[in-house]
């Protein structure tokens, strides 16, 4: 399974590749990784963005899940191929940003999907399994006790 997260809130500014999360971009962060933690996935890898924004994303994410976070240069803006990203991998975990994200789901699915500021998709063989954006990943993550 592919799963995609867009990058959470990140304050405005330049350059562009150095923008780092705002403190609600932080929490929105944690609350995917607590709430992917109680929905019991595993992942295999995380990739990322180099982007600032993006990286902060995914190690705030990865954290209690404890999964590696590797940045790759092919997230970091513009089309991408998730599924050579995710070759000979079960569950793996992108991180990046939009309108990236949404064309992938929709290269992947067929689906006409805007993928929100610290959201998340998951894909399978073709079908979007699940589509959660931060305020729905709150109501599980409120659920996870580390």
Known sequence: MIW????????DGSPDESRRLTKKGE????TVGRALAALGVK??????SPRVRAVQTARLACEPLGVEVSVDERLSGGP????????GLDEVLLVGHDPDFSMAVHNLTGAQV????????AVE????KLLL????LGAIASGFRQ
């Open 114 to 121: 805007r993928m929100k500021k610290g959201g998340i998709a």
């Open 133 to 136: 954006r931060p305020h729905e």
């Open 43 to 48: 992942f295999d890898l995380c990739l990322t």
């Open 27 to 30: 929490d929105q962060a944690r």
């Open 125 to 128: 063989k073709g079908e979007l």
């Open 80 to 87: 991408f191929d998730s599924q050579e990203l995710g070759a």
């Open 4 to 11: 995609l997260l867009r990058h959470a809130e990140a304050e």
